[in-house]
C-alpha cells in the first residue's frame, strides 16, 4: 500500500533522517569522521571518503530535497560555493542572464571571478519577462533569479520565466533564499535549479553557514555531484547537523517571521519620516499580486528608505536597541543593516543607483521577538536620527 504524501511541517521534522541503526538515536548523528574502514579494495558500506559522501550531509541532501519537493540535493560549505558550483557546470563562452537586483556576493563571483574564465553575464530586471528574452542570446544556457529579492524585495513571475527559459533550451535557477521551501517551491513552479543559502532561514539562528542545490534533473545532479566532490567546497558535519535542526523548526519560525514583518512593514509604512517601503505583503507593492500567486507568505525581509541624507540613515541604523546592526539574514533575532556598505558594497554604486538601490535604503531581517518591541525601537532610532 502506497504511503500518503506528508505535509511540509511533518517533512521538515522527519525527511532524510531515520533513528540511528547502532543505537536507536532519534537525532542524526555527528559523524566526526573524514574516512571509513572498508572490508577490501573498493568494497565499503556506501561511504569511502568524507568529502565525497557523508552520513550527516546526506540526512541534510534529502531533507532539503524534500522540503523543496525535488529528488536531489547537494550541500556545500556556503551559499557562495553552491552558487560557484552551478556556475562552474557551465562551459567558457556561455552566457548567463541575471537578475539585477541580487545579493552583492552573487554579482561579485559572476563578474569579478567567472567573466575571468570567458563566461559572459548580463543584469536585466528579471520583474519584466521581456527583458529577461531581449537578453538572451544564442550563447546563453542559464537564467539566475532572486525572488524576493535582496534588497528591493521584487517579485519575478517564476512560472513565466521557466516557460521562455524552456522554449529555448535553456535551464533557470532560483535563488529561494529570501523565501525558503516554507514559503516557496520554485520547483513546483518550473524551475529547474533551487539555491540556498543555508546560512540564513534554513539555519535560522545565525551560528552555522552553508549552501545548498536542489534538483530534479538526474544528468545535472550527477554533474553538480562531480563538482561537489572534485571542488570540495562540502560542510562539515557539525554544520549539518545545525541546518538539520534549523529545518525541523521552520514552519514554526517562518509563520512569526512573516507575521512580525507585516506588522513593522504596515507601521513603516505610516510613519511621517519613511519615504518608502518595499516589503511584497503590502498591497501597494508592485508585486504584492504575483507574490499571492506563486508564495504562501510574504517573507520577514523589509526594506526602506528613511527621508533625509545618508547621514541620517546611517545614524538610524546605529540606533537601534534590539535589532542589531549585522550582515546577513534569516535567524531568530532581528538584524538591521545598509546594503550600500555593507551586503552590496562589492556592487558599484552607479550600477546599484541605476537599479535603484539608493545609497539611504535600509535593510531589516525581522526576527521573532515580541513585534511592539520591534516597532518601539524603530520608532526610537528614527527620532534620535534627527539631526
Known sequence: MKEPKRRFATEAVHAGQEPDPATGAIM???????????????????????????????????????????????CFSSGMAATSTLIQALESGDHVVAGND????????????????????????????????????????????????NPMLRITDI?????????????????????????????????????????????????????????????????????????????????????LRGTKTLPLRMSKHCQNAMAVAEHLLKHPEIAKVHYPGLTQHPGHALARTQMCGFGGMISFELKGDLERAKRMISGTKVFSL????????????????MTHGSIPREERIKYGLVDGLIRLSVGIEDVQDLVEDLDQAIAQSRA
Open 159 to 243: 512560472r513565466r520565466t521557466a516557460e521562455l527559459a524552456h522554449s529555448k533550451g535553456i535551464k533557470l535557477a532560483i535563488d529561494n533564499t529570501f523565501a525558503s521551501p516554507a514559503l516557496q517551491t520554485p520547483l513546483a513552479l518550473g524551475a529547474d535549479f533551487v539555491v540556498h543559502s543555508t546560512t540564513k532561514y534554513l539555519g535560522g539562528h545565525s551560528d552555522v553557514v552553508g549552501g545548498c542545490i536542489v534538483t530534479n534533473d538526474e544528468e545535472w545532479h550527477q554533474k553538480l555531484k562531480f563538482l561537489q566532490n572534485a571542488v570540495g567546497a562540502v560542510p562539515g558535519p557539525l554544520d549539518c547537523f545545525l541546518v
Open 28 to 74: 542524526t548523528p555527528v559523524y566526526l569522521t573524514s574516512t571509513y574502514v572498508q572490508q577490501g579494495p573498493g568494497q565499503h558500506k556506501g561511504f569511502d571518503y568524507a568529502r565525497t559522501v557523508h552520513p550527516t550531509r546526506l540526512a541534510l541532501e534529502r531533507n532539503l530535497a524534500a522540503l523543496e519537493g525535488g529528488r536531489f540535493g547537494l
Open 102 to 149: 541580487l545579493y552583492g556576493g552573487t554579482y561579485r563571483v559572476f563578474t569579478k571571478v567567472f567573466q575571468r574564465f570567458g563566461l559572459g553575464f548580463s543584469f536585466v530586471d528579471s520583474t519584466d519577462v521581456k527583458s529577461v528574452e531581449r537578453a538572451l542570446t544564442p550563447k546563453t544556457r542559464l537564467i539566475w533569479i532572486e525572488t524576493p529579492s
Open 326 to 341: 549585522a550582515e546577513s539574514l534569516g535567524g531568530v533575532e532581528s538584524l538591521i543593516g545598509h546594503p550600500a556598505s
